[in-house]
């Protein structure tokens, strides 16, 4: 299928994981991009996995950096002239799982600054543009851990909850532009964010344990919640807006309670 043919997509995170993933998808399907990370060398890789043809900018970067979000959206127009698709998807996770008594302000601030402002920056310059075409598709990347919690700190499940609402929120603010705004919210999936959980879980013997509380009883692949949000991002969801999917084997589907599931 060629549903992004003609059409440019900027996506973030995309130096490893879900974004690295969702870029080769995008671009089988005929997108050409704007990607971004803050590791370049994570980028030069991604281009380099792209299908053969594929056409690619590249941008390092702190998406938490207001000044440096509005020039990336600007000089996306400026080379292609439109924009049609965001996909908000770079996140830090933190390594913190402090109780609520035992918080750091710099470690909430730094969570909160990557996960949900730079999903917000993206969206506010990039939206304008969308306004303009009187068309456009954002998605972002939330997580289960947003809707419940067990799947990762307090910061960062507060951060993803806070992308779920946003996406809602913005989903409003922006329809009547013809702009649809939808989140996808991954289980656990092997990416370069979660690699020391799954480091951790091989060195102990434990990784038939990885997935295994969720309904399809394994975890899942970047390219599964690339095809998630491809759909979002395409005209085969042109009625769906302000929607939090959950592509997590089914984990959220039941109270997932520790000692309920063999």
Request: aromatic share 6%; net charge negative; proline share 2%.
């Amino acid at each position: 299928m060629q549903r992004f043919e003609n059409k440019i997509a900027l996506i973030t995170g995309a130096g490893s994981g879900i974004g690295r993933a969702t870029a080769k998808r995008l671009a089988a399907e005929g997108a050409r991009l704007m990607l971004v990370d803050l590791n370049e060398e994570g980028l030069a890789q991604t281009v380099a996995d792209l299908p053969a043809g594929s056409e690619a900018l590249t941008r390092a970067m702190n998406v938490a950096e207001e000044a440096a979000v509005e020039q990336c959206v600007a000089d996306t127009i400026a080379h292609y002239g439109q924009l049609d698709v965001l996909c908000n998807n770079a996140g830090v996770a933190g390594g913190d799982y402090s109780t609520a008594q035992e918080q750091s302000l710099d470690i909430w601030q730094k969570i909160i600054s990557v996960n949900l402002y730079g999903v917000m920056l993206f969206t506010k310059y990039a939206s304008r543009q969308m306004e303009k075409q009187g068309q456009g598709a954002i998605v972002n990347t939330a997580s289960v851990a947003g809707i419940r919690s067990g799947a990762g700190g307090n910061a960062y499940s507060a951060s993803k909850a806070g992308v779920i609402n946003f996406t809602m929120t913005s989903a409003c603010d922006l329809g009547g532009l013809g702009i649809r705004v939808n989140a996808v919210c991954p289980g656990l999936v092997e990416t370069g964010m979660t690699k020391p959980v799954f480091d951790y879980a091989r060195s102990n013997n434990k990784e038939q344990k990885l997935g295994a509380r969720c309904e399809l009883r394994r975890y899942g692949r970047p390219d599964e919640i690339a095809g998630a949000i491809a759909f979002l991002a395409s005209d085969d969801a042109s009625y769906v807006t302000g929607q939090a999917l959950a592509v997590d084997g089914g984990n959220t589907a039941s109270l997932n309670l520790p000692g309920m599931k063999v």
